[in-house]
């Protein structure tokens, strides 16, 4: 394998196309091993609401019981995790589809309140670092293994907690702004001090929210931590390089290329 960093990339659930991931296959080309983490809410409220199984949450996390357990199940680790396997396959990415329930890779604790919802407790890389060895990009669902079996895990934290664990150089959380937005502008980086204090202030909202803390995690684990605009071509590839793009959360010092 590699001895470049691995990087770990958040994405959404939908289509790859015309955007971040493009860059991709150069990025592989240069040895660098990906992994990918994905999300799937929209596709899972609306095979839920397809159902007539309501949707609840808590401060920004699903509520989980076990009917709404099974369709997450089908939807993340089906079809939003073998879609995007595909849809990365024509970009010229060997891609491989798990969830963290496989190996097992993402092992949880419950939170209480919420039914089968987890937070990752350890990362075990040795399906990952399996896949790497053969060539593959894994593509992991956000499920995790905890005492009663899989659990639905945040994706934002899954990609953090995963990155920690592998030891990743970068963590790249893609949405479809320009990063965390202050006055219209980009703010350009942040210590994970002044993460926490943009989400306490107000200063943060809706997705952001979640993307904020996760990255401020993967940064007290060792990780750069990126907010970018998963819309635009060549920003995974502007980071890596050592361009300002985006949003950057990193512990103690300006930012460095790999």
């Known amino acids: 394998m590699s001895v470049k960093s691995p990087i770990v990339v958040k994405v959404g659930g939908g289509a790859l196309r015309g955007g971040a991931l493009e860059d991709l296959p150069a990025i592989l080309a240069d040895g660098t091993p990906v992994a990918l983490v994905h999300g799937g809410g929209p596709q899972l409220t609306r095979m839920l609401d397809s159902l007539g199984i309501e949707s609840a949450f808590h401060e920004g996390l699903r509520v989980t019981d076990a009917a709404t357990l099974k369709v997450a199940e089908m939807v993340f680790a089906g079809g939003v995790n073998k879609g995007l396997v595909r849809e990365l396959n024509t970009l010229g990415v060997p891609a491989a589809g798990i969830s963290g329930t496989d190996g097992p890779t993402l092992l949880v604790e419950p939170i209480p309140g919420l039914g089968r919802v987890g937070e990752v407790s350890s990362v075990e890389p040795g399906l990952i670092r399996t896949l790497w060895n053969g060539g593959f990009v894994p593509v992991v669902a956000p499920l995790g293994l905890g005492p009663e079996g899989a659990y639905n895990v945040n994706a934002d934290s ?22 965390l937005l202050k006055d219209g502008e980009a703010v350009t980086s942040l210590d994970p001090d002044e993460s926490e204090s943009f989400v306490r202030r107000g200063l943060a909202a809706g997705g952001m929210v979640p993307k904020l803390r996760a990255a401020t995690e993967a940064a007290r684990g060792g990780v750069k931590a990126r907010v970018l605009n998963g819309n635009k071509k060549g920003v995974l590839a502007g980071a890596l390089s050592g361009e300002s793009v985006g949003t950057l959360i990193y512990e103690g010092g300006p930012a460095c290329t790999r």
């Open 158 to 179: 899954a990609a953090s907690a995963l990155a920690v664990g592998l030891g990743a150089g970068h963590l790249f959380l893609l949405t479809d702004v320009d990063g």
